[in-house]
């Protein structure tokens, strides 16, 4: 009996044993999650502060680097139409190398030849191209007449044609086995993004060509657009507008359209006052303070409108003066509002598919040229069409004559031209009659 006693009293002193040392163990357990229960509150209320205060310090980084760009910008576009041109090819060059940066960094990895180089010299080409064709058209009179300039001027495109060829041919030498797809994705890439970037960038500086109004504006309302986007969106934004960006709400959308068209009409209101913004370039010299002067557009000029027989009640008057850039003023600030919002929309979609946040660091608190820009270059582009196909006068240009006299006419029928000239100035009293013999002495 008592071995039993025994056995059962070791088994009994040996499960309360266990079951002591199980329930010491729960009150450890329970009093360690007692006592890290605070340590996790104390470390969730540590992040949200570090949090805040990062968010507070990105804020000041971005509002200091918004007033510098801004104060910058305006800066330049004082200080005459060369400077906002630099702007505007630092701004392609640097777009164009975030772009493409985004998609060569598999290429690093590969090892191949030229896939760097190819780039940028078929950038340098398509800049030679455009910048070439624009120095040509608004600058016939001086290329034309330079001994050294004339050969480029008039083989231009030619010129440009073999720079491009000689870019294809090193780039079907650089092609490696096992890496043709990739190659070729990489081509059509860079391709793609001189279309989008370049070619559409340099349409801004026809723009500047025409008159600063014509960057500035188009400028302008996209910028205006994309505040009150913001701020409608936060205010009354509930609906989601594109998947592809779900921050973007319609009434956002809705509400910046109108904003912007306001407020596009009341900037361009004070902007045509200034001959400065809507004188075409004559002189590369010419700044804020130069005195620029020229007969404007007569989009500038007030006209006499018919008021609609429906808002005669309303206005008592049956006509109405006013210029007629309002009208156009409205028709860029709706394309600002409801297309060039896709050129960012279109950028959102590439920055996912390469998995990235922004395109690049270049502008503390606000990323990459590209993530500024990305709406500028759309609504660039179509400034210049709809200036050139509803806007600018085409008139009989002095580099026009030049360029027919010089490419169509022979040397003997180019002196006559210029003999005909100096009679017709001499009978009109602008030349004298040395003048007159001197010219008929070169011409025999």
């Known amino acids: 009996m008592a071995p039993k006693r025994s056995s059962s009293g070791s088994v009994a002193q040996s499960t309360n044993s266990h079951g002591g040392k199980k329930k010491h163990q729960s009150n450890v357990e329970n009093g360690s999650a ?4 605070p340590e996790t509150v104390q470390n969730k209320a540590t992040n949200a502060v570090m949090e805040k205060e990062i968010k507070k310090q990105n804020f000041i980084v971005r509002t200091v680097w918004t007033i510098v760009m801004i104060a910058g910008f305006f800066i330049l576009l004082a200080a005459g139409h060369i400077w906002i041109m630099a702007l505007v090819t630092t701004v392609q060059i640097l777009t164009f190398k975030e772009v493409i940066a985004v998609a060569n960094e598999p290429a690093r990895e590969k090892k191949l030849p030229y896939g760097k180089v190819i780039n940028w010299y078929f950038l340098a080409t398509t800049i030679y191209f455009l910048y070439g064709e624009s120095v040509v058209y608004y600058f016939k009179q001086v290329v034309l007449v330079d001994y050294y300039l004339l050969p480029f001027a008039t083989h231009h495109r030619f010129i440009s044609y073999m720079l491009y060829i000689i870019g294809f041919m090193i780039f079907v030498s650089s092609l490696e086995k096992g890496h043709y797809k990739f190659q070729f994705a990489q081509f059509a890439f860079t391709h793609v993004t001189l279309l989008l970037v370049v070619v559409q960038a340099h349409f801004m500086m026809n723009n500047i060509f025409a008159g600063m109004f014509w960057f500035f504006l188009p ?25 592809i960006s779900p921050k973007k709400t319609v009434e956002g959308f809705v509400g910046a359209w109108i904003s912007t068209i306001i407020i596009g009409m009341i900037l361009s209101h004070f902007l045509i006052k200034w001959k400065y913004m809507i004188c075409p370039i004559t002189d590369f010299s010419a700044n804020a303070w130069s005195g620029l002067a020229c007969e404007p557009n007569p989009v500038f000029v007030k006209q006499t409108f018919a008021v609609p027989s429906f808002l005669v009640p309303l206005l008592h008057r049956k006509t109405y003066e006013i210029e007629p850039i309002h009208f ?9 509002s409801l297309i060039a ?11 996912r598919t390469f998995q990235i946040k922004d395109f690049g660091d270049t502008i503390p608190g606000h990323g990459g040229i590209t993530d500024r820009m990305d709406c500028q270059f759309l609504m660039g582009f179509f400034s210049y069409m709809y200036y050139d196909s509803f806007i600018a006068t085409h008139h009989l240009r002095v580099g026009s004559v030049l360029e027919t006299a010089i490419q169509s006419l022979t040397l003997a029928e180019q002196m006559q031209l210029v003999s005909s000239l100096h009679k017709y100035l001499y009978n009109q009293g602008y030349i004298t009659d040395e003048t007159l013999e001197c010219l008929e002495k070169i011409k025999s």
Do not use: E
């Open 341 to 351: 919002p896709f050129g960012g929309f279109f950028a959102s979609g590439l920055k």
């Open 328 to 336: 156009h003023v409205m028709v860029m600030a709706s394309f600002s």
């Open 34 to 37: 007692t006592v890290s229960a």
């Open 219 to 243: 400028a302008s309302l996209v910028i205006i657009n994309d505040i009150f986007a913001y701020l409608c969106g936060i205010t009354f934004g509930r609906t989601p507008l594109i998947k």
